[in-house]
């Protein structure tokens, strides 16, 4: 490889990085985003919108919660989101190790979101 | 309402700060403030802990758009030990006594922390091997970093990879079964058995502590021991704390965090032994 061609890979390499970085800061932004609503919600209304301080605990409660605007199903779902982002983190590496090229931190990188999925669902139907 | 929200906010933002810095998840600095002073049960702190977690990870993440000193190689070739561990963890409740596992932690975090106090004394900080590791050339674990104290890029080399791996799934089992962070054995794992230097190291270990947190999350998320009105606010403090950390971190020499890392490390390791025993 000449001297050229392996600059443009670096400079290639670091416009991956710097999407990469952004896509990871939506993600986080996303979820404060929502977080912050139902806080702001919370605050203004003066309750979770549940009877006795309770708070939903499965997607169908979060889902009819949030549609009637109450501010504990919308942090909740908050919370949730924020699980996702080093998820989404594993996901934008293994498309950064795919544009570098490198096999190898493709496979290892996989294996750890295969695992991931496992404990999710393990998680889910505990 | 609201001056609680206002206070779980500042806590989270100390929390994540210090755990920034240090590559710990925050929940060895939350559980005590969270349990003793807020009178939170301890159901629920843990809960809050575990998102701690993963908030010091992402905000750690976000610091910078491109994060020059820690090394994503060592983090996913290690993260598949750790999250192996971690669903090994939750496989094994109930049949492991976890007792014997805080003794055996507890003793290695102790030894850990006599390592650190040597290396402060021998003023080394960057492994230099006359040969590389084979295993370590094989998956591309030796890299570089610009250390901002020195004012110069860090070349280093890792070694022991196997041992490291073997930390590594212990830290996954005890987040798992012991519902702790474990970014303290992630540190040591790499710190200590590995011999990466200590900035990379703390970096490395605040992104890896989010996956492995999320690996065991969704339990906590779907049994409810995450509280919206404590996890939430905490988390937003967090997520800035941990984003000033980050940067701050870049600007102190790795002998200041190894000095505020040591009596942690011995004040967890001697709280754990005394769970362990008592």
């Given at each position: 490889?000449?001297?050229?061609?392996?600059?443009?890979?670096?400079?290639?390499?670091?416009?991956?990085?710097?999407?990469?970085?952004?896509?990871?800061?939506?993600?986080?932004?996303?979820?404060?985003?929502?977080?912050?609503?139902?806080?702001?919600?919370?605050?203004?209304?003066?309750?979770?919108?549940?009877?006795?301080?309770?708070?939903?605990?499965?997607?169908?409660?979060?889902?009819?919660?949030?549609?009637?605007?109450?501010?504990?199903?919308?942090?909740?779902?908050?919370?949730?989101l924020l699980i996702l982002t080093p998820v989404l983190r594993v996901v934008v590496s293994i498309y950064s190790f795919y544009r570098e090229g490198d096999n190898l931190y493709v496979w290892i990188t996989t294996i750890v979101l295969v695992?991931?999925?496992?404990?999710?669902?393990?998680?889910?139907?505990? | 309402?609201?001056?609680?929200?206002?206070?779980?906010?500042?806590?989270?933002?100390?929390?994540?700060?210090?755990?920034?810095?240090?590559?710990?998840?925050?929940?060895?600095?939350?559980?005590?403030?969270?349990?003793?002073?807020?009178?939170?049960?301890?159901?629920?702190?843990?809960?809050?802990?575990?998102?701690?977690?993963?908030?010091?990870?992402?905000?750690?993440?976000?610091?910078?758009?491109?994060?020059?000193?820690?090394?994503?190689?060592?983090?996913?070739?290690?993260?598949?030990?750790?999250?192996?561990?971690?669903?090994?963890?939750?496989?094994?409740?109930?049949?492991?006594?976890?007792?014997?596992?805080?003794?055996?932690?507890?003793?290695?975090?102790?030894?850990?922390?006599?390592?650190?106090?040597?290396?402060?004394?021998?003023?080394?900080?960057?492994?230099?091997?006359?040969?590389?590791?084979?295993?370590?050339?094989?998956?591309?674990?030796?890299?570089?970093?610009?250390?901002?104290?020195?004012?110069?890029?860090?070349?280093?080399?890792?070694?022991?990879?196997?041992?490291?791996?073997?930390?590594?799934?212990?830290?996954?089992?005890?987040?798992?079964?012991?519902?702790?962070?474990?970014?303290?054995?992630?540190?040591?794992?790499?710190?200590?058995?590995?011999?990466?230097?200590?900035?990379?190291?703390?970096?490395?270990?605040?992104?890896?502590?989010?996956?492995?947190?999320?690996?065991?999350?969704?339990?906590?998320?779907?049994?409810?021991?995450?509280?919206?009105?404590?996890?939430?606010?905490?988390?937003l403090g967090i997520l800035v704390g941990a984003r000033m950390g980050s940067r701050i971190m870049r600007d102190m020499s790795a002998r200041t965090i190894r000095m505020i890392f040591v009596p942690i490390l011995f004040y967890i390791g001697i709280e754990m032994f005394m769970?362990?025993?008592?």
């Open positions: 490889m000449d001297k050229n061609t392996k600059e443009q890979m670096t400079e290639e390499m670091a416009d991956v990085q710097l999407l990469i970085g952004k896509i990871l800061r939506l993600g986080v932004m996303i979820s404060a985003t929502v977080m912050i609503i139902g806080l702001v919600l919370l605050i203004v209304k003066g309750n979770g919108g549940y009877p006795n301080n309770a708070f939903p605990t499965d997607f169908s409660q979060i889902w009819a919660g949030i549609a009637e605007l109450k501010p504990y199903a919308i942090m909740m779902l908050g919370i949730f695992i991931l999925g496992i404990s999710f669902v393990f998680g889910i139907l505990r | 309402m609201i001056n609680y929200a206002l206070l779980m906010i500042a806590i989270g933002m100390f929390a994540g700060f210090a755990g920034a810095i240090l590559g710990l998840g925050g929940g060895i600095i939350l559980t005590p403030i969270l349990t003793l002073l807020m009178g939170v049960d301890i159901k629920y702190a843990i809960g809050a802990s575990i998102i701690a977690v993963i908030a010091t990870s992402s905000g750690a993440t976000i610091a910078y758009l491109r994060d020059k000193v820690l090394n994503l190689r060592v983090a996913m070739f290690l993260e598949i030990a750790t999250t192996l561990g971690a669903l090994s963890g939750a496989l094994l409740t109930g049949v492991i006594d976890p007792k014997y596992l805080y003794i055996l932690f507890s003793l290695l975090l102790l030894f850990s922390g006599y390592n650190m106090i040597r290396k402060l004394i021998s003023h080394q900080e960057v492994l230099h091997r006359a040969h590389p590791d084979q295993l370590s050339s094989k998956f591309k674990l030796d890299s570089s970093y610009f250390d901002n104290v020195e004012g110069k890029t860090i070349n280093y080399q890792v070694e022991h990879i196997p041992g490291g791996l073997a930390v590594m799934y212990g830290a996954g089992i005890a987040s798992g079964l012991l519902g702790i962070g474990s970014g303290a054995f992630k540190v040591m794992a790499m710190d200590t058995v590995m011999k990466m230097p200590l900035k990379p190291s703390t970096s490395t270990s605040n992104l890896m502590m989010g996956v492995t947190a999320a690996a065991s999350a969704t339990v906590y998320f779907f049994n409810g021991s995450i509280k919206p009105m404590i996890a939430v606010p905490l988390a769970k362990g025993i008592g």
